[in-house]
């Protein structure tokens, strides 16, 4: 009997060895990279908490600069930070924090480039909505209307169609075009909730065109037209 399973052990034995001479470094190979990629993911990981720790310690310098009204000293935070950690959410609020005092101080150019810069990144649609939102009000303030329009036409932002639109309007009036205009106001106060004081202001825009805002709510065709 001992023999028999001797035997039997010793076949086991042989056919274990065959099996890990053949597949031996194909499992070899798939542990390590399953083994690297646990590793990686960790690595990665600490490296997003660490980037986004040093990012908002700099958020937090550049809201110093923006609470102080220092506009130069708020540009160089900002280009810092954006060089430093462009892909941190600290970096898109810190640019519309930038570009508002730079306004404030008059360096449009500055902001306009602030503004420019948080629009075309890669991170959130409604940073980069709202960056395009300022931007072509900017525009609008230096009769550039047809690249405010542009940045409209970019501004996908969901939940913001009422306020592209009324910019929109705003755009459009500014250029004469009092029909496209008041499309536009339409689908902005048909978009709008009525529980928003903002609203008004696109009431106000509406009589002043000669426009009964009840019956802008209810110009659904055109509203739906002037919010693509």
Do not use: C
Request: cysteine-free.
């Amino acid at each position: 009997m001992a023999t028999s399973l001797d035997l039997q052990e010793q076949e086991q034995l042989d056919a274990l060895k065959a099996f890990w001479k053949q597949y031996g470094n194909l499992i070899t190979w798939v542990l390590v990279l399953a083994l690297g990629g646990i590793g990686a993911w960790n690595a990665w990981q600490w490296w997003q908490r660490d980037q986004g720790a040093k990012a908002a310690a700099m958020f937090d310098e550049l809201d110093r600069a923006v609470t102080a009204g220092d506009a130069e000293r708020a540009g160089r935070i900002f280009e810092d930070l954006k060089g430093r950690y462009p892909r941190t959410t600290f970096a898109l609020q810190g640019g519309l924090l930038a570009a508002k005092v730079q306004f404030e101080k008059e360096k449009t150019d500055a902001a306009k480039a602030t503004l420019g810069w948080v629009a075309e990144s890669g991170g959130d649609e409604a940073y980069r909505t709202i960056a395009r939102l300022r931007l072509a009000g900017l525009l609008l303030d230096g009769k550039q209307h047809e690249e405010a329009l542009r940045q409209l036409d970019a501004a996908k932002g969901e939940g913001f169609e009422a306020l592209v639109a009324d910019r929109r309007g705003d755009v459009l009036s500014a250029q004469g075009k009092a029909a496209e205009a008041r499309a536009a106001y339409e689908g902005a106060y048909a978009a709008m909730s009525d529980k928003l004081e903002y609203r008004r202001l696109i009431e106000a825009k509406l009589l002043a065109m000669g426009v009964k805002p009840g019956a802008a709510a209810a110009a659904s065709p055109a509203a739906s037209g002037a919010s693509r």
